[in-house]
């Protein structure tokens, strides 16, 4: 039997031919080549440059015109003009979303030395432009990659510490070769030796994805819609992806279990969440009273009170108004009443 292999998926590195790939800031575009060539086809890449085609016709002489041919012959998009600061308002860009968005070797140009301050400030000014948009552009599962030299003067760029103020965290950094991308010839990519390549040597791939707020927000998001059993599927796969859930993750989540009335599973999580070493805050405390309250279960809402007072916190204007609707209904313990009353007063 003869097995079409057309649509078989293929690797190369970190990229496949399944993954929606945006590659920037592209020298001679040789990188873009070798990956199009390890998938065969290349209809789910979009190659881009920052300079115009004329300037790298004059720039890579020998192989600019056959790159862009090859790539064409593959399907793949090329872009020129593509600016790493704006390329997330890029009007071929703006409605797309990447699994892979990858700048090798970033590079600002030449003002000075690269040990000098100036010089390594408009480097990172590009890294820090590059990452705020890409956050932008990445699928929910994304990654963004920086291939950089990691010796001094290099690494006084603190890409890491720059994706953090972005959002964005660390997966991953794997030693980068370029023996591992046959074809690829990394170029100076400016400067009156633009055509020129350097010796890579002590560099590596950083793997950047969304942090954990990034997260909190889209499980908060899933929870609100009703979409529960998607909400708890992406907090399951959190340390998969190398994410910790932090006291927000859990809060939301435990709410998300409380609207749904799934009051096991909201009091599992609570346990678990002092088993992981996360202390439930007061917001875990009037999420879990409230979620009993309103379904009734006043037993357990009581007991929930109990262990907040005990740790210090105090129920919010929520708690404390449906507290006094179950008074006012006579719904609720005396004994408690009084726990309650003696609180009350502590808190306002
Ligand atoms: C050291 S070269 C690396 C080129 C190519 N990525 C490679 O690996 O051969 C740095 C590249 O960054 C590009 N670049 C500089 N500023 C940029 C910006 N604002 N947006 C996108 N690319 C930029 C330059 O055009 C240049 O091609």
Redesign the pocket.
């Given at each position: 039997m003869v097995v079409c292999k057309c649509n078989e998926e293929k690797w190369i590195e970190h990229y496949s031919s399944s993954h929606k790939i945006l590659?920037?800031?592209?020298?001679?575009f040789?990188?873009a080549v070798c990956l199009a060539k390890a998938f065969g086809t290349a209809e789910n890449m979009i190659a881009?440059?920052?300079?115009s085609k004329e300037v790298l016709t004059n720039a890579y002489p020998n192989v600019i015109m056959a790159n862009l041919e090859e790539l064409k012959q593959r399907r793949c998009t090329v872009l020129h003009h593509?600016?790493?600061?704006t390329?997330y308002r890029h009007p071929q860009l703006r409605s797309k979303l990447f699994d892979r968005i990858v700048?090798?070797?970033?590079?600002?140009?030449f003002i000075g030395w690269e040990t000098e301050k100036r010089q390594i400030e408009i480097h990172r000014t590009?890294v820090r432009?590059?990452l705020s948009n890409a956050n932008h552009m990445l699928t929910k599962n994304g990654e963004v990659h920086i291939?950089h030299k990691t010796a001094y003067p290099f690494s006084k760029w603190e890409i890491v510490e720059l994706a953090e103020e972005i959002g964005l965290c660390l997966v991953e950094k794997v030693p980068f070769e370029r023996w591992y991308y046959p074809g690829?010839?990394?170029?100076?990519?400016?400067g009156a030796k633009?055509n020129r390549?350097?010796r890579v040597g002590e560099c590596s791939t950083f793997k950047f994805a969304h942090n954990i707020f990034f997260y909190n927000n889209l499980i908060d998001d899933l929870c609100n819609a009703g979409k529960l059993t998607i909400a708890r599927e992406m907090f399951s796969s959190l340390p998969m992806k190398g994410l910790q859930p932090n006291v927000r993750t859990y809060n939301i989540m435990i709410s998300g279990f409380c609207k749904e009335g799934l009051l096991n599973e909201a009091r599992e999580l609570f346990e678990k969440m002092n088993k992981n070493s996360y202390s439930p805050d007061h917001f875990t405390y009037n999420i879990i009273i409230q979620g009993f309250l309103q379904h009734n279960e006043t037993s357990w809402a009581v007991k929930y009170f109990q262990m907040m007072v005990d740790k210090g916190f105090y129920a919010n204007v929520t708690t404390n108004t449906i507290w006094t609707n179950l008074f006012s209904a006579k719904k609720v313990d005396k004994t408690f009443t009084i726990i309650y009353s003696k609180v009350y007063v502590k808190a306002f």
């Open positions: 590659l920037v800031g592209e020298g001679n040789s990188f881009t440059s920052f300079d593509v600016d790493a600061h390329m700048f090798n070797f970033p590079h600002a140009g590009l432009g590059f291939t690829y010839m990394n170029k100076r990519g400016s633009i390549t350097f």
